[in-house]
């Protein structure tokens, strides 16, 4: 049976932003060997879209309250796009350390 599901973020300064996951959004985490975190997910959701392309995937963070998150964020010193409304949800990306960004939005959707 599946259990569960792991997803990697490949990124130019790996250090830097297994730290940001680690201090600023404050997931939890083990040390498997010397460093190499493995950081614990909140509640996720699976969705398929239609693509001309097949090995394409996306990782978005989610949350209930987007303006909130982003204040806090902010307070943190984390910069980020301004927020688009889009048809499931408010969107914005909160730029990692590392160069790379991360989707966060808060869902219009149900949640399963």
Same mark, same amino acid.
């Given at each position: 049976?599946?259990?569960?599901?792991?997803?990697?973020?490949?990124?130019?300064?790996?250090?830097?932003?297994?730290?940001?996951?680690?201090? /600023?959004?404050?997931?939890?985490?083990? @040390?498997? *060997?010397?460093?190499? &975190?493995?950081?614990?997910?909140?509640?996720? =959701? +699976? $969705? /398929?879209?239609?693509?001309?392309?097949? @090995?394409? *995937?996306?990782?978005? &963070?989610?949350?209930?309250?987007?303006?909130? =998150? +982003? $204040?806090?964020?902010?307070?943190?010193g984390v910069t980020y796009e301004s927020p688009s409304q889009q048809a499931w949800?408010?969107?914005?990306?909160?730029?990692?350390?590392?160069?790379?960004?991360?989707?966060?939005?808060?869902?219009?959707?149900?949640?399963?």
């Amino acid at each position: 049976m599946i259990n569960g599901g792991h997803v990697v973020i490949y990124s130019k300064d790996a250090e830097a932003d297994k730290a940001f996951i680690r201090d /600023v959004l404050k997931f939890p985490h083990i @040390d498997v *060997h010397n460093g190499w &975190l493995i950081f614990k997910l909140p509640p996720s =959701e +699976l $969705a /398929v879209h239609p693509s001309d392309e097949n @090995d394409r *995937h996306e990782f978005f &963070l989610m949350t209930d309250h987007l303006d909130g =998150e +982003l $204040a806090s964020l902010e307070k943190a010193g984390v910069t980020y796009e301004s927020p688009s409304q889009q048809a499931w949800g408010r969107l914005t990306r909160i730029r990692l350390p590392g160069g790379g960004t991360l989707g966060l939005y808060q869902p219009r959707h149900a949640r399963p």
